[in-house]
């Protein structure tokens, strides 16, 4: 799951911003419920491993660290309720140049877990709008896509900016246009609504 960065604390050099949310499929199609997310939100927290951070899961730690980490425990207008929410303090000048510049936008967790195949129900909306993720980009596009009645992607575009527009056939990234494309996100717009093990 790719979660965006939610605030930013300048004079600190600390970002914010959820690890985890439940019941949120993510872009391998798995989930966690909120029991399965602070269970591992406290291990991870027990066994001390808060300077595991690394870029784009090089596997290269870069000097930065949780130095705050909580589970939202009551209704929030910034994060998911039961969500893990981490404080990463990048000391790193080139590296937080990267974060205020938002090439570095969110949080992805890498983790050897065990899958459980579920039988779930999705509440998948008709269309979902967005904003796509600063990437190498200077720019964001707004996005449009939709699904038909069985949830089944349909595809979709965005707006138009700087005189071009990307067409979307596939999640998590658009079509190429003007020599590049964006990365969007679709599952915080998807609730998992029942699940049980098979």
């Given at each position: ?21 439940p019941?949120?499929p ?31 899961h ?22 998911v309720?039961?969500?893990w929410?981490?404080?990463v ?22 983790a ?9 129900e ?21 996005y ?41 996100s ?10 049980a093990?098979?």
């Amino acid at each position: 799951m790719i979660t965006s960065i939610k605030k930013i604390d300048d004079e600190l050099q600390v970002v914010f911003g959820e690890v985890y949310a439940p019941n949120v499929p993510d872009v391998d199609g798995e989930f966690m419920t909120a029991e399965e997310i602070r269970k591992m939100a406290y291990v991870f927290m027990a066994e001390g491993i808060l300077d595991q951070i690394d870029m784009n899961h090089d596997n290269k730690t870069n000097g930065s660290v949780v130095v705050e980490s909580f589970i939202v425990d009551e209704e929030s207008q910034v994060y998911v309720l039961g969500a893990w929410v981490v404080g990463v303090h990048i000391p790193d000048p080139k590296l937080w140049a990267l974060v205020k510049d938002g090439k570095l936008n969110g949080f992805s967790m890498e983790a050897l877990v065990v899958k459980r195949p579920r039988e779930i129900e999705l509440e998948v909306p008709e269309i979902i709008i967005g904003q796509t993720l600063s990437d190498d980009t200077e720019h964001t596009h707004e996005y449009s896509v939709r699904f038909d009645e069985q949830g089944n992607f349909l595809g979709g575009s965005t707006d138009i900016v700087n005189g071009h527009i990307h067409n979307i056939s596939k999640g998590t990234v658009t079509d190429m246009a003007d020599d590049h494309n964006h990365r969007y996100s679709i599952v915080e717009a998807i609730e998992v609504l029942e699940s049980a093990e098979n």
